[in-house]
């Protein structure tokens, strides 16, 4: 099929949807009746009435007094860092969950693009994207409406989250306003505005699917999950309620095309206000971590335990060193308050004790053996998942681009060695360095590395060329690193 033709199919396929849609507005005066009458008698049929227009959401005002304020976003990497989900060489027969930044575009001997989307949140110049819009960027340009185009500055990015935020140099810029999801009801309509496909400032619509979903991401996002038309291009664009308020960043997409099947994600804005807070503060996002994996009640394990119902979350596995641990928790137990505060899903475990302070504690209300006791555990620091993230606008992983971790106990021992951070990633100037995933970091310039905050600082603070001592299985070597 030719592309012309393509598009006569896409065109009639909205045509005839829209007539299904205009039939279905006014549902009340669809039915059909049938009289019992005489055999001559013609069956009468309640004709549709035409929906007047002020039955149709209009988004014209909404779009025109907060659409100034979402940006268009390029990105330029280098090629060997096309990793981009959408890129070429991922399979579109599968299902899967994607993150859909435009997929970069190839140019003979150039340095590779992507684009996606963004908004500004405050006049001074900055805006939130996703993390993975501007993962291993070399150049960030933001891009309004009027026509006027920023060299952004990637202050940080949370992939766990998949929150990120720029800053262009300028003042009294158009901004959006921020809303309540908590207030959000499903079915509500909502609107979204992005470059789906590099088309500028496209505005979808449609309503709230779903709160709280979990997808298998490896994050604990609560998505808001709508059926708005998004696609690539449109990640880490804004996703408004009625009120014109923005209620959460779109971020992935269900589909075994690439493209838009009817199930879209959405990080609730209240998330993302909360990483990009603590980026602005710290440069970083510290979350809370009791060290336990823990999994979803079904009725079965439910009455298994003793229990009525399938809310909390079975502890499935405990870090030995972890403060669980020595709080005392076991596989097993099922978590069903953390200071008072019900936890209906293993998600909500996560979000709570995410959400506190590293050296806090927290009472756990846990179920064991038949009963319910409370427990005090101490909140540790989840570990970073890569190194200086406060970057500079080279690169959303810092002049050096490592993905780092501590080693575990047993790490440490198969290693034979004393502190040292596991490489989990690499890319950017470690990449082209040697550097592989599995190594691990023992000096920089020197020093021996101990922690990832230790790391960051050496990073931020070190000159052009650097000697890193790594340890690849029982070798070790030194390895000069040019920093970007």
Do not use: C
Not at 226 to 238: M, Q
Not at 460 to 476: C, F, P, S, Y
């Amino acid at each position: 099929m030719t592309f012309k033709k393509k598009l006569l199919a896409v065109a009639i396929a909205g045509a005839m949807a829209g007539v299904g849609v205009g039939g279905y507005i006014g549902s009340h005066d669809l039915l059909i009746t049938r009289a019992h009458a005489a055999a001559n008698d013609a069956v009468p049929i309640a004709v549709p009435s035409v929906p007047s227009a002020a039955s149709l959401p209009d988004f014209s005002q909404l779009v025109s007094q907060y659409g100034p304020a979402v940006v268009n976003i390029t990105v330029t990497m280098d090629r060997d860092q096309n990793t981009m989900p959408d890129g070429p060489n991922f399979d579109p027969f599968n299902e899967f969950f994607r993150r859909f930044g435009q997929p970069p575009q190839p140019q003979a001997q150039a340095p590779a693009k992507a684009l996606g989307s963004g908004f500004i949140i405050r006049p001074d110049g900055i805006v939130l994207t996703n993390a993975h819009v501007v993962d291993h960027a070399t150049d960030v340009t933001v891009k309004l409406t009027d026509g006027r185009e920023f060299k952004a500055k990637v202050l940080g990015s949370d992939e766990r989250s998949d929150v990120a935020v720029l800053k262009i140099d300028g003042k009294d810029l158009p901004t959006v306003s921020i809303g309540d999801d908590a207030k959000t009801k499903v079915g509500q309509w909502v609107v979204a505005i992005g470059s789906p496909f590099g088309f500028e400032n496209t505005v979808t619509a449609g309503i709230v699917s779903a709160k709280g979903r979990a997808l298998p991401d490896g994050t604990y996002v609560p998505f808001l999950q709508t059926d708005v038309a998004v696609n690539p291009g449109n990640s880490g664009g804004p996703l408004f309620n009625m009120k014109g308020q923005v209620i959460g960043i779109n971020s992935q997409i269900f589909s075994r095309t690439g493209g838009y099947q009817g199930l879209s994600f959405a990080i609730p804005i209240d998330v993302a206000m909360k990483v990009a807070n603590q980026i602005e503060e710290h440069g970083k996002v510290v979350r809370g971590r009791v060290g336990v994996q823990v999994q979803d009640l079904n009725q079965p394990l439910a009455e298994s335990f003793g229990l009525d119902s399938t809310n909390g979350a079975v502890v499935s596995s405990i870090d030995p060193s972890g403060p669980a641990a020595k709080a005392g928790l076991k596989p097993g137990d099922v978590v069903l308050r953390v200071n008072g505060e019900p936890i209906h899903r293993s998600m909500d475990l996560a979000q709570v004790i995410g959400d506190m302070k590293p050296g806090s504690s927290a009472t756990l209300e846990v179920w064991r053996n038949g009963e319910a006791k409370d427990m005090t555990v101490n909140i540790a620091e989840l570990p970073d998942d890569q190194v200086a993230q406060n970057a500079t606008g080279d690169s959303a992983q810092g002049r050096f681009g490592v993905a780092v971790r501590p080693l575990s106990p047993q790490e440490q021992s198969e290693s034979s060695t004393k502190g040292g951070l596991l490489v989990e990633d690499v890319a950017g100037p470690a990449a082209k360095a040697g550097i592989l995933p599995g190594d691990v970091l023992l000096q920089f310039n020197g020093t021996p590395v101990k922690s990832v905050d230790q790391l960051r600082g050496l990073v931020q603070h070190a000159g052009k060329q650097v000697a890193v001592l790594i340890q690849r299985q029982n070798m070790r070597m030194f390895v000069p690193v040019q920093l970007g």
